[in-house]
């Protein structure tokens, strides 16, 4: 798969997914990707290895950052052709005990923040005519999980997001692609604090008999960000293994 010349921007880009989603581009041949974060410990090597690769400090809860980020990528390049929208955190616990924090704080990175994102790029890639959203969800989005109503409820919505986005911003004949991935359970920092009886549950309902790696949700999204998919918008690609709940 081949990103030569694209200039694209990955939030929650520093680790986990988004590290192997920014390194997957930049070995695909990106122009430039810039890894949106608030965090980058140990970062150096990604930088070192792959001289495309910039960070870019980012709050997608924030919008001044959000725009600050996006002008400032525009400036360096005069466009966006893909963005990534992978950050995102959990906050678990069964609803009867969640606190309004808690929902509070999932809400507003892992759904506000990507309408942040994309409510900023998104016109500059109407305006240039192509562009590729590509907006994480979770199979949990589509069958659900016990503790998890606050990050279900956001994977949900982001689901609904890229749908009505895929059909909004090409409506005027721009070939701006709108698509979700929906990963399964992956070998992340997010997942180190899942218990390891949950975990094992969950590889014992997975056909393929392992968790996913961040590498396999980084080859789809180098697929989706790529022109051999420029006839794919508006959907939902589950990288599960075949998860059954």
């Known amino acids: 798969m081949n990103l030569k010349n694209k200039i694209c921007l990955v939030t929650g880009g520093a680790r986990g997914i988004g590290r192997a989603i920014v ?131 956001t994977k949900g919505g982001v689901v609904s997001m890229t749908k009505t986005w895929g059909k909004e911003f090409a409506r005027k004949g721009a070939q701006v692609r709108v698509n979700a991935l929906a990963p399964g359970f992956i070998r992340t920092p997010m997942t180190e604090t899942v218990p390891e009886k949950v975990l094992n549950l969950m590889v014992s309902k997975t056909p393929l008999g392992r968790m996913g790696e961040p590498e396999d949700i980084a080859n789809a999204a180098t697929f989706l960000a790529s022109d051999s998919a420029s006839f794919i918008t508006c959907q939902v690609l589950r990288v599960d293994g075949g998860l059954v709940f």
């Open 23 to 153: 390194e997957a581009f930049a070995a695909a041949g990106a122009e430039a990707v810039y890894a949106g974060d608030l965090v980058f410990d140990g970062f150096e090597e990604v930088t070192r290895k792959y001289p495309a690769v910039r960070t870019l400090d980012l709050n997608v809860t924030d919008v001044e950052s959000v725009s600050k980020a996006v002008e400032q990528v525009l400036a360096e390049n005069g466009r966006i052709d893909v963005l990534v929208n992978n950050a995102g955190i959990t906050r678990d616990g069964l609803v009867q005990k969640m606190s309004d924090d808690d929902w509070n704080a999932v809400v507003n990175v892992n759904l506000k923040g990507v309408f942040n994102m994309t409510r900023a790029v998104a016109p500059h890639m109407i305006e240039a005519g192509v562009g590729s959203v590509i907006n994480m969800a979770s199979v949990v989005a589509l069958d659900g999980n016990i503790g998890q109503t606050n990050y279900a409820a």
